[in-house]
């Protein structure tokens, strides 16, 4: 039995236990910086964590608690005159390195260094003897969805971490040394932009304690369309943005607030507001069509083929830098956001006898990369247009509320807008968490190859959780058991690539997400203080729910995509719908 004394209370802690770890089990706060729990990162850079040790023998010494590991009978004060005078210096350095316009700053109000300077009492400009190099830091603006801004950097390499254990990529490095060192994208003096590496995911802006690292902020664009008389304003909302975003204004995680985004959404004076979730139905007509003609035929001619869903963009950049040898195994299918975007420019303007050329469509999304995906070439009908005109992530939108006075706790819950590309399924909503969207694809493919299962269960309590590969057989009538497997974090996806790149996949049909949880887990969510991950389970079981309590529980039922090929596209996979519906990827 192991035991120690921290601020003269006695506790018992685990062999391997660092200070840190056994103080916060016991309640004891112990300021950190570069620390992240979460993702077991502790490089012990930015010496916040201090305490003062007396051990059983020998001189009382002063320690860093984060990667310090405990020892029987020692006694740890976490708030002695010492400590704390050592912690304001050493924040008060970070501070004089760091730039304090934190009225211009993605993270004001919101920023741990900010927080740890009240906690601490920072006052007075600290007297520094040495030259910041703030100042000289990069800024890179490269990159269509993310920034960087090397002034606000403090080293703590929390995103050097994410990237490389949850995007499993590398794409951060630290460059340079001491006072020097920075972070990069690749060797000194490349380009973000220029990386061959960065998938755009925005899990590193989750990680970043200040406004180091964040999304390109576009709230503006929004207003100035709303504002402008000759637009017409339509807007889509992601599937799990509606379990993040009351986050923001003080509600539990995984609450649904979709009536109260339309409701603030109306109050702002957009036009129409819609479903990304009615989108995501189309998708699974059309990939569920593709995936299973593309089986079928490899069944018949004896070989077997994987194929991935490729609705994350996050993903399909992957593939396309570094696996392109993948890329004919991504459905050609388009995301609901791009699907959505079409279809906005095209079948929404005939429905309502709108100019085309005056909509603009913009995308709520839980995402980054969206921002990116929306700007390929592929989804940019004339030049210079894309089908999805602007995608703002979740926490762009709940700073676009904040700006125009609107607390979204307070808002009555309103209905979607225009019913014909607003109904959906509860498949449609199962898009934003990990599994949901092979769960909405076999719903409708087993629905198509004469399965008649209405509790929309086969075989997938397997395919929802946390574990970083899952997978599950199911039986398609006329095509036999098929395979599939559903990976989110992009950094698991690793095991299933080299498989198939070897020729030794056992999967036939494969769900990705860039990250954890899915797109609940999406790097354009809230920016709480250091547990990005803790929400995860809340928003999952939010998006189940939802998908629990739908009428209509499958694609193929929803009557408004019946509608859409009734009235536009002819039959899933007809010309028309190709040509909309379906892109190429570049390999
Ligand atoms: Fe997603 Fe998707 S689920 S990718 O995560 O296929 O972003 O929510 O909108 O497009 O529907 C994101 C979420 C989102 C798309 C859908
Ligand atoms: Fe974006 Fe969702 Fe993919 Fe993350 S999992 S990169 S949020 S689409």
């Not at 990162?41 to 010494?61: I, K, Q, S, Y």
């Not at 490899?298 to 083929?305: N, Q, S």
Request: glycine letters at 10%; hydrophobic letters at 40%.
């Amino acid at each position: 039995d192991l035991r120690a004394v921290i601020n003269g209370r006695e506790v018992a802690f685990r062999e391997g236990e660092t200070v840190l770890e056994a103080a916060r089990r016991e309640g004891v706060f112990i300021e950190t910086l570069c620390e992240f729990a979460e993702m077991g990162h502790r490089p012990g850079t930015c010496r916040m964590c201090l305490v003062e040790v007396t051990p059983v023998e020998g001189d009382a010494f002063v320690a860093t608690s984060c990667d310090t590991v405990l020892r029987a009978g020692w006694r740890v004060e976490t708030k002695t005159a010492k400590i704390r005078r050592m912690q304001k210096l050493q924040l008060e350095l970070l501070m004089a390195d760091h730039c304090q316009d934190c009225a211009r700053c993605s993270r004001h109000g919101a920023c741990e260094l900010q927080s740890a300077g009240m906690r601490l009492g920072l006052r007075a400009p600290a007297r520094i003897h040495f030259r910041p190099k703030a100042a000289e830091r990069r800024y890179d603006d490269s990159r269509r969805a993310l920034v960087f801004d090397g002034s606000r950097c403090v080293r703590c390499l929390r995103c050097v971490e994410a990237c490389r254990k949850v995007a499993g990529q590398s794409a951060l490095t630290l460059n340079g040394v001491g006072t020097s060192a920075a972070i990069g994208f690749g060797p000194v003096g490349m380009k973000w932009a220029e990386s061959s590496r960065c998938v755009a995911c925005g899990q590193c802006t989750l990680v970043c304690p200040t406004g180091a690292l964040s999304e390109k902020d576009q709230g503006d664009v929004l207003l100035d369309w709303i504002e402008d008389p000759a637009v017409t304003t339509v807007v889509q909302t992601a599937p799990a943005v509606r379990v993040q975003l009351g986050e923001a204004f003080g509600l539990p995680p995984g609450t649904n607030v979709e009536g109260r985004i339309t409701a603030a959404l109306k109050a702002l004076g957009v036009d129409f507001v819609m479903d990304t979730r009615w989108s995501a139905d189309v998708t699974i007509m059309e990939e569920g069509t593709e995936v299973l003609a593309k089986l079928k035929a490899d069944r018949e001619a004896g070989r077997r083929g994987t194929y991935f869903t490729s609705c994350c963009p996050g993903w399909v950049n992957y593939v396309e830098l570094s696996a392109p040898e993948l890329t004919p195994n991504l459905s050609s299918t388009r995301s609901p956001q791009a699907i959505f975007g079409a279809l906005s420019k095209t079948y929404l303007p005939q429905k309502k006898g709108l100019d085309a050329k005056a909509i603009r469509t913009i995308a709520i999304m839980p995402c980054t990369a969206k921002k990116e995906e929306a700007a390929r070439p592929t989804l940019v009908r004339e030049a210079g247009v894309q089908d999805t005109d602007l995608v703002l992530t979740t926490r762009e939108f709940a700073a676009v509320l904040r700006r125009a006075g609107i607390d979204l706790a307070q808002m009555p819950e309103v209905p979607y807008d225009s019913p014909f590309m607003s109904a959906s399924s509860g498949a449609g909503a199962l898009f934003g968490a990990t599994g949901g969207v092979m769960e909405a694809a076999v719903r409708t493919m087993r629905a198509v190859t004469g399965v008649d299962d209405k509790t929309w269960r086969p075989a997938f309590e397997a395919v929802r959780g946390m574990d970083g590969i899952k997978e599950a057989e199911v039986e398609l009538p006329g095509v036999g058991v098929i395979r599939i497997a559903v990976v989110h974090g992009l950094a698991n996806v690793k095991t299933v690539v080299e498989a198939v790149k070897r020729g030794e996949s056992r999967w036939d049909f494969v769900e990705v997400m860039a990250c954890p949880g899915g797109c609940v887990g999406g790097g354009g969510a809230g920016r709480g203080q250091r547990t990005p991950r803790a929400a995860l389970p809340s928003r999952l079981q939010g998006i189940w729910k939802i998908d629990a309590e739908a009428p209509i529980r499958a694609s193929h039922e929803n009557p408004d995509v019946r509608r859409l090929y009734e009235d536009f596209l002819g039959e899933p996979g007809s010309h028309l719908a190709h040509d909309l519906l379906h892109c190429e990827y570049r390999d």
